[in-house]
Each structure stands twice: as C-alpha cells, then as structure tokens.
C-alpha cells in the first residue's frame, strides 16, 4: 500500500508492503551518495540491503539508545557528514527507531540547512507514529526533545518483515502509540487490541493513515495536532524523572494516558489491553520531581498546557489545564477517575 502526506510542495510518499526495504529505489534515487545512518545494534543483514541497493553509500552509527539523542552524537554525525564530502543534492537514510529517526532528521535538516532525508523504520513504534510527520530533535540532559525542527522526509519505507528482529518488549512498547491513535481517533483500532491475536500489519496500516491525516491538517501542531501528545506530558516526565533508560517511550506514554481517560468502563477496558501488553505498572512517583519535568515542556505556557483527555473512545478533548491542577492529577494518582 502507499499513501501519500500531502504537504502541498513538501508532500511524500509512505510506502507499506513486505519486502520493501529490498527495492528502496521504487521511493528513493539512489544514485548519488547516501549516508546511511544508524544505532549499532541495528541487525546488519536489514544494513546490508540498504547498501547493495546504494552505489555510493556511506555507513554511520552511533551507539544505541536515548542518550545518543544529544548533542555530542548531533556534532558527531555531522562531522561524519562533512568528511564524506555530501553535497546539498545527497541523501540521508535514517534506518532504525525513532531515536534514528529524530537524530538523523535533525542532522538531515541541519547539514548544509537542509539535505534530503528518508526514513526507514524498524521498529513498531517508529513505524506506526514517529517515522512520519517531520519532527526531528535532540534532547538536551533529561529533558525530551526540547531542540529541533520541523522538516518533512521525502518518502518513509514501512517493511513489517523488519520486524521479525524484535524483542517482543519493544514490540509492545511500539504498539502503545498505534493504541494513543485509536483511543483519541477511531474506537476501532482499540478494539483491534482486543482481538485474541493482534494483526500487526492492520495496525500498523491505519494508525500511519491517521497519522497522515492529522500532520496534513496541522504540520506544526499549532492545533490539531496536539492530540497526538495525548499522554506524552506525564509520560514524558516519568521518562525523564527516571532516568530515560528505565522505562520505554511507549510505555511512559501508556502510564501518561491512564491520567487521562476519564470513563472507569474505558480505563479498565484498557488496563485489560495494557495487561495483554505485558506493560508496566506506574512507579510510586514523586510529584515534585514529575512537575519539574511537566513546567519545562516544551508544549506549555507560564500558566498552563494543552493536556488531552478521553471520556469515550475515538473522541478527544483539548483542555488547556493549569500546572496547579495537573498537580492535583498528580494526586489523585492514574488508577482513580
């Protein structure tokens, strides 16, 4: 299947279909150099197709995980870039999760203010939320995401076959945000959830497409768009509060929505599919600590942020909510309505 984010003179295609990744050049011109950027736990076998199919191709890794989101590994790749002699008319291929994704777009968006980037994901998490939509950034010590840009890929290959060198952990970490999706947006993705075997590629398939959706109606998340933080305050502050390796995105992001479902029936319904998930409980957090996190980001005001809130599966609300009150939240703890 391909979609397509239409973006007027930025628009790109999503290319979905197994065994994509074996013919890249059906959405990207590869004859000229490409800089494949990568962690360093990425098997080689899914690198190594990458590269036949690149004449002049340079390989780049940085080591695995979210602390390689800084700028030490931001200044590295760029150097990395600068000696390989790319020009404004190269490539970058970011071919890995959403840590990839983010560091190797920003780098894309960034080197000579601008090269062509495409994304290939691997994982489930960058394949059905982060892959797409053109958000690119580094962190900066704990604190997420808080320096990068806006700038769109020019294609993104989805090859569920990837998948099959996953750790079942980080499988279930990436299906949270196909849920997030379903939960603000389409009651029938939840209920996919709560099948008895999960259809990935279904999954996968229209969570992206909602995704696509929503990025063609608010590219820079000046109001639509803020539904997909759904979770992503409180979540985001417990990834930060513990040490950002302790917990998974996804599952800081499922502990983030409990918050903020606000139907007992809903909550259970997905504390059932959390269960199914094998995803962790919420840590006897300190409120203070979490609040610290929640008044730096990025999303806020001095006063107040945009917090997203569920009452019924597949419908949103966008509530602009006082720091005071997201404390009281805090308080109350995500398990009581």
Known sequence: MKLYVDLKEKSYPILIEKGAISNIASIINVNRKIAIIHDDNIPSKWIQIIQSQCPNAIDIS?????????????????NQC??????????????????????AGFVAASYM????????????????????????????GSYKNIVGAFYQPKGVLIDPEVLSTLPIRQ????????????????????????????????????????KRMVVEQDEKENNL??????????????EGAYGLDTYYHGECVAMGMLFFIEDNALKQRILNIYKKLD????????????????????????ASVSIIKVKEAGKYIIEDMS???????????????
């Open 323 to 337: 720091y005071e009150d997201i404390r009281k939240v805090l308080e109350r703890g995500p398990y009581e309505k």
């Open 113 to 140: 203010r601008g090269i062509d980037f495409y994304n290939i994901p691997t994982t489930i998490l960058s394949q059905v939320d982060s892959s797409v939509g053109g958000k690119v950034a580094i962190d900066m």
């Open 279 to 302: 995803l962790p409980t919420v840590p006897n957090y300190d409120v203070d600590t979490l609040m610290e996190y929640i008044t730096h980001d990025k999303k806020g005001s001095k």
């Open 62 to 78: 940085f080591p695995e995980g979210e602390n390689s989101k800084c700028m030490a590994q931001f200044e590295y790749l760029l």
């Open 171 to 210: 499988q279930h970490n990436g299906l949270v945000e196909a849920l997030k999706m379903g939960l603000i947006l389409d009651e029938n993705l939840v209920k996919e959830f709560e099948a008895d075997t999960l259809n990935l590629e279904a999954i996968i398939t229209r969570s992206i497409d909602l």
């Open 82 to 103: 600068i000696q390989a002699n790319l020009t404004r008319k190269d490539a970058i291929i970011a071919i890995g999760g959403g840590v990839t994704g983010d560091l």
């Open 225 to 238: 768009r803020k539904i997909l933080n759904f979770g992503h305050t409180i979540g985001h502050a417990i």
